[in-house]
């Protein structure tokens, strides 16, 4: 299975002491991978590393295979920030601005058509004329998993997307993950604390612990130590 993403001794820190030691790990097309930690743990810097946002003060990232540096295809890659934007009530923007300001590329269909079909897809077609601030939590968050995926990119990393949301509306994300994952073999990479609701839909789990990879586990090893 091809590599889509390597990593090879990542280090990395703001000041001393360091927020990432010596972290090598590899994804591979089409698995679904939770990356879990304490806060503080280092995972949301790690995102940033993988998307070029921070650079790494030592180590090696590629990404399909192409150095980070040089890589320039960003449309391939969906990303699903923790801070939802719309809180600002004083921030007029609507759904259908959050989702358009997403694309990146043009494709066969028209704009408008990527919009209303991703909006579909994620359920909140009803949704495009209101302001992200009229929305619940659950809401936004879909709308952000929508602009991610306006690209169709081939991979889609998320920054904790359910820590605000309630149990209900975890679940029907983590099912809609889930589809996209299996059915079109969309890798997909996510900060989670939830364990128990992305049960029997990751393949692995990687686990940050004093800023180091502590382990590389499959999701079968998890649900066999809880039990």
Not at 218 to 227: I, L, Q
Request: aromatic share 4%; net charge negative.
């Amino acid at each position: 299975m091809m590599k889509v993403i390597s990593a090879q001794n990542l280090n990395f820190s703001y000041t001393n002491p360091s927020i990432l030691k010596d972290i090598s790990f590899d994804i591979h097309q089409g698995e679904y991978v939770a990356i879990i930690g304490d806060n503080g743990s280092g995972k949301s810097t790690l995102l940033k590393l993988l998307l070029n946002i921070e650079k790494a003060d030592s180590g090696n990232i590629l990404l399909f295979d192409e150095p980070i540096g040089k890589f320039q295809s960003w449309h391939r890659i969906g990303y699903v920030p923790q801070t939802i934007p719309g809180n600002d009530t004083q921030f007029p923007i609507t759904v259908r601005e959050v989702i358009y300001s997403g694309i990146m590329t043009r494709q066969t269909v028209t704009e408008e058509e990527r919009i209303t079909e991703k909006a579909g897809l994620l359920e909140i077609r009803e949704l495009l004329e209101l302001l992200m601030s009229e929305l619940s939590v659950g809401q936004r968050q879909r709308v952000l998993v929508a602009r991610a995926l306006i690209n169709n990119p081939e991979i889609l990393i998320l920054d904790e997307p359910s820590s605000s949301t309630d149990q209900g509306a975890s679940t029907n994300l983590h099912d809609l993950l889930g589809s996209l994952n299996k059915d079109n073999n969309v890798t997909i990479i996510e900060i989670t604390h939830d364990q128990d609701t992305i049960s029997g839909k990751v393949d692995r789990v990687l686990c940050l612990e004093r800023n180091e990879l502590c382990a590389q586990r499959t999701d079968r090893e998890h649900v066999h130590n809880k039990v």
